[in-house]
């Protein structure tokens, strides 16, 4: 059983997750379990799950990592970044298997006291596009360091996966090692030495992995992980 995260309540009074995240942790053979961020203690609801999917969705309150909100901040709700600070910090404690997509390796980086780059344009440029305007998705080359896990996994060392966002890692929380990184610098994926099923990626590997083997790896492996700790 794998806990995905899901999106914050919407103005229907609906929690949703785009299909895809479900689709690819299916094929993989897990079971998905939704954790839309309410008032609970969202630790003891890791009780009922075997490994944490940290998905994607809008941008992190910059109140968290103590920076001024950006002009181009969006979708942002403080209860479902303190729902899933407390998941990831909990998860990390029990050392349950967490794979952290696009806004969760923003998460799990802010919950290691890391910061963010508030607008990748405004640091980098836009050589290189991690999203089309206005919002929408889009693909780069990503490089990975040969040495690492997440090569490994991919069975490669560059791929081009699709990326939809705006903002990054900028100052790396604690104990936390860059294993990826995009043509222009940007932090495209961490892992952390010592904990083998902590992998965290800036792109969106549900959106291809359908026709892409290289993107479905990581919910195979990462459900093949889970199941390999339960025994």
């Known amino acids: 059983m794998i806990g995905l995260t899901t999106y914050a309540r919407n103005e229907a009074k609906q929690f949703q997750l785009p299909a895809a995240y479900i689709d690819a942790l299916v094929r993989a053979g897990g079971a998905p379990a939704l954790l839309p961020p309410v008032e609970v203690d969202a630790a003891a609801w890791l009780d009922r799950c075997d490994g944490l999917i940290l998905t994607g969705g809008g941008d992190i309150d910059p109140a968290s990592y103590g920076c001024a909100i950006h002009l181009t901040n969006y979708m942002m709700d403080?209860?479902?970044?303190?729902?899933?600070?407390?998941l990831v910090r909990e998860a990390l404690r029990r050392e349950l298997p967490l794979m952290a997509i696009c806004r969760g390796i923003q998460v799990l980086n802010v919950a290691l006291g890391g910061t963010l780059i508030p607008h990748i344009p405004d640091a980098v440029g836009e050589e290189v596009l991690h999203r089309l305007p206005p919002?929408?998705?889009?693909?780069h080359a990503v490089e990975i360091l040969p040495d690492s896990h997440l090569a490994e996994?991919?069975?490669c060392t560059a791929c081009v996966p699709v990326s939809w966002h705006h903002q990054a890692i900028g100052r790396l929380g604690a104990g936390l090692r860059v294993v990826a990184h995009a043509p222009d610098g940007i932090i495209e994926a961490v892992e952390m030495p010592g904990k083998p099923w902590l992998i965290a990626v800036q792109w969106h590997p549900e959106l291809s992995a359908a026709e892409d083997p290289i993107q479905q790896r990581l919910f195979d492996r990462f459900v093949a992980a889970v199941q390999k700790k339960l025994r």
């Open 153 to 155: 996994i991919l069975e």
């Open 135 to 139: 919002r929408e998705p889009t693909k």
């Open 78 to 86: 403080r209860q479902r970044d303190a729902f899933e600070l407390a």
